[in-house]
């Protein structure tokens, strides 16, 4: 149905309007990633730092947005000393700090 048509029926008031949506098939929407219900916000980056999320993201096998959510949820962890590390990480720095350094 053309908009003018749909228009039209909205309009006119009654069940027409009402009668045409019932017509139409359900839309087929994606599944949402996560049970938790998410807010979304925009985020204005410069077009170089863009290119370097989704880089970033695309080299992770995951979404642009995913990543950014990791990132922020990593950053807020740290802001209140609740981050959790790997026990590799761990090793890896203990193992760095016990290195004689270059002079």
Known sequence: MHRDEATK?????G????????ETSPAQLPTPDSDVPM????????LETYDRVRAAAEARGIGVTTLMRQWIEAGLADLDDSAT?????VRRALASLSR????
């Open 39 to 46: 807010v979304s916000r925009s985020v204005r980056l410069p």
């Open 100 to 103: 004689p350094t270059a002079a």
């Open 15 to 22: 069940d027409a309007f009402a009668d045409l949506i019932d």
């Open 85 to 89: 590390v790997s026990l590799a990480d």
């Open 9 to 13: 029926r909205f309009h006119a008031g």
